[in-house]
């Protein structure tokens, strides 16, 4: 059934779906790989539409894919495809440059995180309502981590208790996400980077173990465990 966007909604979702997944190994480009039958890319953007207040989904699909990714998404959403660029950042710029100037709240949203709940989309796009010009989801992080030399000799322990995994969305005041990719002059990983970058506050909220990236194929397997134990999942 394809969903209905809020008309009255004020939140534009941006979808980067145009990597090419070189890590998960070949196979395609990763947001048209299949989890439980269906297109990462497709999860991704169910789940985006389910969220209250979502007016609007930007795609950035792989640029040879444009026309097959909005065939596949047109029974998901209303959603609208752009060609993506040569790396992510480039991928939402193309995905902002479309989004209506009365649209205040924009969240970059990852097709790799395609099992990320409605409800954190909800949060995030909260947080940004409630004041904040930045907001990230973040998870606590488990592992030990070392900082090492180039020799791979370490050079000491980091203290993980001040250190944060970071996932998506990441939700920015419309203007705050436009005049950071305006300034940026080198290449980022992630949206609140550039957000950084430019002195702005950046707000932490809880994420989701849900909103794990697909990134290696052990991710997948770990993923097609989520999905069939989602809430409401007959699988
Ligand atoms: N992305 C994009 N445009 C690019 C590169 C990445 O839209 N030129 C998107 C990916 O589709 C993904 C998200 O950015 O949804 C996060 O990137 P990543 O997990 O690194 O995906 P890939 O770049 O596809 O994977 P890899 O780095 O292993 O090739
Ligand atoms: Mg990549």
Redesign the pocket.
């Known amino acids: 059934m394809t969903a209905h966007l809020d008309p009255r909604g004020d939140v534009a979702v941006l979808v980067?779906?145009?990597?090419?997944?070189?890590?998960?190994g070949p196979g395609g480009?990763?947001?048209l790989r299949l989890l439980g039958g269906e297109p990462l890319l497709v999860h991704a953007v169910r789940r985006a539409a389910a969220a209250r207040g979502v007016r609007l989904i930007v795609v950035?699909a792989p640029p040879a894919d444009v026309a097959f990714v909005r065939e596949l998404l047109a029974p998901v959403a209303e959603v609208t495809v752009v060609p993506?660029?040569?790396?992510?950042q480039?991928?939402v710029s193309a995905a902002l440059s479309v989004v209506p100037p009365e649209v205040d709240v924009v969240l970059v949203h990852?097709?790799?995180r395609a099992l990320a709940p409605a409800a954190l989309v909800e949060s995030v796009a909260a947080a940004v309502r409630g004041g904040a010009g930045a907001v990230i989801p973040v998870l606590p992080v488990v592992d030990t981590i070392k900082e090492v030399d180039a020799s791979e000799v370490v050079l000491g322990t980091v203290d993980r208790s001040t250190l944060r995994a970071v996932q998506t969305p990441q939700g920015f005041r419309r203007d705050l996400l436009v005049a950071a990719h305006a300034a940026a002059v080198a290449a980022h990983t992630d949206d609140a980077g550039m957000v950084e970058k430019l002195g702005e506050r950046v707000l932490c909220v809880p994420g989701s173990d849900h909103a794990m990236?697909i990134?290696r194929p052990i991710d997948l397997v770990l993923a097609e465990y989520l999905l069939g134990h989602e809430a409401g999942s007959t699988a």
């Open positions: 980067p779906a145009a990597g090419a997944g070189v890590r998960l480009p990763k947001a950035a993506g660029g040569a790396d992510r480039s991928s990852d097709a790799a990236k990134t």
